[in-house]
Nanobody
Framework: EVQLVESGGGLVQAGGSLRLSCAAS????????IGWFRRAPGKAREAVAN????????YYADAVKGRFTISIDNAKSTVYLQMNSLKPEDTAIYYC???????????????????WGQGTQVTVSP
């Protein structure tokens, strides 16, 4: 069974940094694409970044390019989202998601992923 557990959220001032973790179990990263999404208050869930070890691809939303970095630590079965230069508009619940053997040559969409974590809250104060 695929399980994803996010952690690392919290309250940070604008300009600060956070590193989110997504602990994965029940699968290996060479078979799955992993995505980070976020849902801001009153808005739809949106893609932030995704990574695939199968094809070596990494994609970011324009809003986070140059500030966020997605990475995989196979030894720890964890996917990270390093978030720097945070802005108040980055405030959201952040989710990680996984999908088996999907070829994503683009930023993923919500319906590309079938397994989801419960999310972790990130709040950026002005």
């Amino acid at each position: 069974e695929v399980q994803l557990v996010e952690s690392g959220g919290g309250l940070v001032q604008a300009g600060g940094s956070l590193r989110l973790s997504c602990a994965a179990s029940g699968f290996t990263f060479d078979e799955y694409a992993i995505g980070w999404f976020r849902r801001a208050p009153g808005k739809a869930r949106e893609a932030v970044a995704n990574i695939s070890e199968r094809d070596g691809s990494i994609y970011y939303a324009d809003a986070v390019k140059g500030r966020f970095t997605i990475s995989i630590d196979n030894a720890k079965s964890t996917v990270y989202l390093q978030m720097n230069s945070l802005k108040p508009e980055d405030t959201a619940i952040y989710y990680c998601a996984a999908e088996y053997r999907i070829l994503l040559l683009r930023l993923g969409r919500e319906d590309d992923f079938g397994s989801w974590g419960q999310g972790t809250q990130v709040t950026v104060s002005p």
